[in-house]
């Protein structure tokens, strides 16, 4: 079944231990990115990749990391969480940027 | 950077009714994706436009590039349609995304 996969799925940590969310597509997309949804605010571009090693800042990129050394993967890093990264993230795969993207299941995550 | 904005933001309709939602941007586009999120659930694609109209079952999206403008339409509305509905609008890096609507279909 075609999927992007994403964990956890659920996070509550604390101020500054560092955290890695997963996202996995089985799809072979070259493009894939990172979106976070606030109340009031939508979703908003954290970082994307067109294809393996070529990664590039969304419009809320501060605070985040992001790594694509295979094509499949595009891990989310969190370094140093804060309070205000408290979201629900999803991660996204597709062909190319402008065509319909398959969305993972979201990650909401609670930083204390 | 496109600015995408959505009307109305709140929504509610019995069932039956036929629902439209509207999506405006304000820099010309290659492609329009209209998606959904149900309560607690996921983000799927419904339909990507880049011109004309496109219909599946009961949805059917339309799309005016002059106007840059698109519309969202529900017929025969029904309490499973009740959802966000987002529009978003494609670019060189990704998509841009309205604020979505938040729609209750009453019984």
């Known amino acids: 079944e075609a999927q992007v996969t994403q964990n956890p799925r659920y996070l509550i940590t604390v101020t500054g231990k560092k955290l890695t969310v997963t996202c996995s597509q089985n799809?072979?997309?070259?493009?894939m990115s990172w979106y976070r949804q606030d109340p009031g605010l939508g979703l908003r571009q954290i970082y994307y990749?067109?294809?393996?090693?070529?990664?590039d800042k969304g419009d809320v990129p501060e605070g985040y990391k992001v790594s694509r050394k295979e094509k499949r993967n595009f891990p989310l890093i969190l370094e140093s969480p804060s309070p205000n990264q408290t979201s629900l993230y999803f991660c996204?795969?597709?062909?190319?940027?402008?065509?319909?993207?398959?969305f993972g299941p979201g990650t909401r995550l609670t930083v204390l | 950077k496109n600015e995408v904005e959505q009307s109305p933001q709140n929504l509610t309709a019995q069932e039956g009714e036929f629902i439209t939602i509207n999506c405006s941007y304000s820099?010309?586009?290659?492609?329009l994706h209209w998606l959904q999120q149900h309560p607690g659930g996921g983000i799927v694609s419904l339909f990507m436009?880049?011109?004309g109209k496109k219909k599946h079952g009961r949805l059917i999206a339309t799309i005016n590039i002059q106007e840059k403008h698109s519309s969202l339409h529900i017929t025969a509305s029904h309490p499973r349609d009740s959802a966000v509905y987002i529009c978003?609008?494609?670019?060189?890096?990704?998509?841009?995304f309205g604020k979505g609507t938040h729609l209750i279909i009453q019984p």
């Open positions: 996204a795969s597709s062909p190319r940027p402008t065509l319909t993207q398959y």
């Open positions: 799809m072979n997309h070259e493009y």
């Open positions: 990749s067109m294809n393996v090693e070529v990664t």
């Open positions: 820099v010309g586009i290659s492609a």
């Open positions: 436009l880049s011109s």
């Open positions: 978003a609008v494609g670019g060189a890096d990704g998509l841009t």
